[in-house]
């Protein structure tokens, strides 16, 4: 009998942070799961208990990673109703402040034992290798598979001196990705172009949101105004996630959209000045404390407003679609997966903006279809992910043992001895930045260092 095919799924963050790097691996490790045909380990950041007070909402911390794998297996399992057979495993990680991100500690190639690395799938995967310093994930695994979530680029040129910065991300963005990726998955055409890549949206919905999205439907059937409130936005409140291009239009558009109340739900790190500038506004707009987008209380908006061109595949975006609602959007590529949509509305400026906003407000939605429904599960997703990923061509055998300990190959080929060079390159240059997991987080992980400078590391084998 073959053996099952192995993936570990690597990511950048886990619960309960709620970004999209945490939710979306978590999800596709459940669904590639579901039907046994494979072995999936999802494997996520352990953050010492000072990260996990900063990072961690609502004051949850975990004492050790066993309590935070339970919290994470009963989210999933109450929201998809799953019986979730994955495998969950930690590395060490840090949250940078000045980045607002998780970074990998170590070598983080040695959380998959030698025998098993078959596939690894890399969500984020310039964010994994930036610093990466350890084994070539090459030639660690058989195959290579990068998703690209986010949109660093545009990011990066909010900053000061952004764009030259951005010129220089691009190109380690573009120098990481080829050294250690076989092929790479861009969720939209948003995302910065990389060697051997393909654009597809391999990402689905919480199933709960097309729970609420069939209700709708049914209720569509039995009354004429299932949706009874006008228009909102949810999300992070940074400027950076759409709320500075929405309080634009709607400040240039007072006038035109006289009379429009729009609700605004979250927290972050911009809420004070989103709430004063909200203020200054002639139109009704209220500023609340940040919510999950299920909660009931948005489940009778009609209209969810969107003008971000920030993000990749905005989940927000396919919750409110998944619900029943009409989305306005900018006629952005971000959004080219959501136009296939009845209910999905996008405007080019300011002018179109105030027509589709003043029109989707005097009409109901249009009924999900069930096709509809299908593309924005997780089982259409995950389709879509094992067609892109071309997990049917993976390479009949691995790279020999000797090989995997050796940077610079024996090979003839001028294109491998060229990425073997740039391998070296990078390993060199991050044993002079690559951080390190510190001694309780070792401890907590049950970690063997066989290198405490480099923090290269062995998992603990029981006697």
């Given amino acids: 009998m073959n053996k099952k095919q192995h993936i570990a799924i690597f990511t950048t963050a886990s619960l309960p942070w709620m970004t999209g790097t945490a939710v979306n691996p978590l999800f596709r490790a459940a669904y590639l799961a579901k039907d046994g045909c494979r072995k999936v380990t999802l494997v996520i950041p352990w953050l010492s208990k000072s990260d996990q007070e900063h990072v961690y ?17 009963q989210w999933i399992e109450q929201r998809t109703e799953l019986s979730c057979t994955f495998n969950i495993c930690f590395y ?5 402040r000045s980045k607002r991100s998780i970074l990998a500690l170590g070598d983080i190639t040695e959380s998959i034992p030698d025998e098993e690395s078959d596939i690894a799938v890399l969500e984020e995967p310039e964010h994994l290798t930036w610093y990466h310093h350890g084994k070539r994930w090459k030639l660690k695994f058989r195959l290579v598979i990068g998703i690209v979530h986010t949109n660093y680029l545009e990011y990066v040129k909010r900053e000061k001196n952004g764009r030259a910065y951005a010129f220089l991300l691009k190109y380690i963005n573009n120098w990481v990705v080829d050294i250690y990726c076989h092929k790479v998955i861009r969720l939209s055409g948003a995302t910065q172009e990389l060697p051997r890549s393909t654009i597809c949206n391999v990402h689905g919905v919480n199933p709960k949101f097309l ?35 929405l309080l634009n239009l709607l400040q240039d558009h007072q006038n035109e959209l006289d009379g429009l109340e729009v609700d605004l739900f979250g927290t972050g ?28 209380i948005f489940h009778d908006y009609k209209v969810f407003l969107n003008p971000s061109t920030t993000d990749v595949v905005c989940t927000t975006t396919a919750e409110a679609l998944a619900m029943g609602k009409i989305v306005i959007c900018a006629d952005h590529i971000s959004n080219e997966f959501f136009k296939q949509f009845a209910n999905c509305r996008t405007f080019k400026d300011g002018k179109s ?26 089982d259409a997703a995950t389709s879509r992910f094992l067609e892109a990923a071309e997990l049917n061509k993976i390479p009949d055998q691995k790279p020999t043992k000797s090989d995997s300990k050796s940077f610079m190959s024996s090979s ?32 907590e992980l049950g970690l063997n260092i066989t290198s405490k400078k480099h923090g290269f590391f062995t998992r603990k084998v029981a006697s």
């Avoid at 911390?61 to 339970?70: H, Y």
């Avoid at 209720?219 to 500075?244: C, D, H, N, R």
């Avoid at 989103?274 to 707009?285: G, H, R, V, Y």
């Avoid at 003839?412 to 001694?439: I, Q, R, W």
């Fill in 92 to 96: 060490p990680g840090k949250f940078s």
């Fill in 412 to 443: 003839l080929s001028f294109n491998k001895m060229s990425e073997d060079a740039s391998a070296f390159m990078h390993f060199v240059g991050t044993a002079l930045v690559s951080p390190v997991p510190n001694e309780q987080q070792i401890k």
């Fill in 353 to 378: 903006f105030v027509e589709v906003t003043r029109q989707a407000l005097t009409e109901q939605p249009a009924p999900l279809t069930d096709s509809e429904m299908h593309e924005l599960s997780w």
């Fill in 269 to 296: 790190e911009d809420s004070d000045q989103i709430q004063d500038a909200a203020k200054e506004l002639s139109l009704t707009i209220r500023v609340n404390p940040g919510r999950d987008h299920a909660d009931p």
């Fill in 57 to 73: 909402p609502n004051d949850i911390t975990f004492n050790s990673p066993k309590e935070q794998e339970i919290y994470v297996r």
């Fill in 211 to 245: 729970e609420i999205g069939m209700k709708k439907k049914e209720q569509q059937k039995l009354e004429s105004q299932a949706f009874t409130k006008g228009a909102y936005y949810i999300g992070k409140m940074v400027w950076s996630k759409g709320y500075k291009e």
